[in-house]
């Protein structure tokens, strides 16, 4: 097993993982687009100049593909040549919404070679200044909360391994106005900011910092109401995000506020709102630990009790949706483990679910493939994670979680066969790692 990486050699090095995850997501699309000219219908003629962009013309030496390497092509490069695009259907549903999403990452990822997550940081703490002045129009603060909140959005997806979470630094006084703010506005639930204070000074012997850490927030939807678009909310984990409110004395009245994940949630969270003059600052930031949730204890209701949300690993294991899969093993399709192996292995392996590109197999009549897959030890109660990177490896004939399982215990048993095709990593490498792998569009 070996930890090494080749690195892209122009870029810088906190760049590089952005480098390939464009550069993976162009490649996704130029497949896309030679799926399409095999078709019956064939290509449109903007698919057409779009295929010339990506892979240059064959009628002209010296074209060559569009790649993305941070200095020699620049954001700001792919920008102006998939620009003219962002417009049209370039392909099939998945393909067409990752397009666009990538010509408008374009902005943020100019920001990243401008000044990494500092530059970054600037634009964010631009857009929240501007809505606290009343020369900015109500329409340029809408503006302002969805530019701001698509930038809190897309974190996760471009750069989750310069930023481990989202800093809310309050200014003083906040707690004192718990009861002003919880009788202002109709929705609010500021109470449970002063139960997390409390809670916190009870149960760790400290105040609570002014400084609160949330991690990237991520959401999905269908976007039509149903058990699927539930089912996308529960997959989701918005701790912060700008909204506007409609305070009780102020009829028509709409007044930007920051809402935060503070409450345990049950099913779907409920949000504690700040007005924007009680926030000193918002960033991304690249150390620290996320503020805990406050709610009922477990073993006594009437008591309040922290809860962790993990670290930023954990949590973005959890947006890559991998799981816990302990439950679709029988056991008797795995004799092969020990009873101590089974219990041992099960509570420890996670891994991505259907439809990830995070694992692929190829089917043969006698036997079945992994050509690429990845797996997660997870140590409790401590939470230490190793990823594994499988790579052409002969898989047992067991459906997938069976499979994987049998996969896993190899690993740990040492099997040099199984090792020689597995690299493994920790900590923010396992960040670095996934995020060159674009992210596959859930289905609900």
Request: aromatic fraction near 8%; charge should be negative; glycine fraction near 6%.
């Amino acid at each position: 097993m070996t930890k090494k990486r080749v690195e892209t050699p122009e870029a810088p090095v906190y760049l590089q993982p952005t480098v390939r995850l464009v550069n993976a997501t162009l490649d996704e699309v130029r497949n896309s687009l030679s799926l399409n000219s095999k078709s019956e219908r064939g290509l449109s003629e903007a698919q057409k100049e779009l295929d010339l962009v990506l892979n240059g013309n064959p009628n002209e030496p010296g074209k060559s593909s569009l790649v993305y390497d941070g200095i020699g092509v620049t954001a700001s490069d792919l920008q102006k040549a998939l620009s003219p695009f962002s417009t049209e259907n370039i392909g099939y549903h998945r393909i067409d919404s990752k397009f666009k999403e990538l010509v408008f990452d374009l902005e943020t990822i100019k920001l990243l070679e401008k000044g990494g997550l500092d530059a970054v940081n600037e634009k964010l703490g631009r857009l929240f200044e501007s809505l606290k002045t009343e020369a900015t129009t109500a329409e340029e603060k809408e503006g302002a909360i969805k530019e701001f909140n698509e930038m809190l959005g897309r974190a996760i997806y471009l750069f989750p391994h310069l930023a481990i979470g989202v800093e809310v630094k309050l200014k003083p006084g906040a707690l004192e106005r718990t009861e002003e703010i919880e009788t202002r506005y109709y929705e609010s639930t500021r109470g449970w900011f002063e139960k997390l204070a409390l809670t916190y000074q009870n149960e760790r012997g400290v105040p609570l910092p002014d400084s609160l850490v949330f991690p990237l927030p991520y959401g999905f939807t269908t976007g039509v109401h149903g058990s699927g678009e539930r089912a996308a909310m529960l997959q989701s984990w918005e701790d912060i995000f700008l909204t506007s409110s409609f305070p009780r004395q102020m009829r028509g009245v709409r007044i930007p506020v920051l809402s935060l994940g503070i409450k345990s949630p049950l099913v779907i969270p409920d949000y504690v709102l700040f007005e924007t003059d009680e926030i000193e600052s918002i960033r991304f930031t690249e150390e620290g630990k996320f503020t805990p949730w406050v709610g009922p204890d477990p073993e006594n209701s009437h008591k309040a009790a922290l809860r962790e949300k993990g670290d930023s690993v954990t949590c973005y294991l959890r947006f890559r949706n991998f799981l816990d899969a302990k439950a679709c093993r029988k056991r008797e399709n795995l004799l092969e483990l020990s009873s101590e192996e089974w219990g041992k292995y099960n509570r420890e392996l996670l891994t991505p679910r259907n439809l990830s590109n995070l694992w692929r197999e190829d089917y043969h009549p006698t036997q079945k493939t992994l050509r690429k897959g990845f797996m997660g030890r997870v140590l409790r109660p401590s939470l230490d994670v190793t990823l594994y990177e499988l790579t052409d490896i002969n898989m047992p004939r067991q459906d997938t979680d069976e499979a994987a399982l049998l996969l896993y215990a190899k690993i740990q048993r040492g099997d040099k066969r199984v090792l020689a095709r597995t690299q493994t990593y920790e900590g923010n490498d396992i960040i670095r790692r996934l995020v060159e792998i674009p992210v596959a569009e859930r289905q609900f």
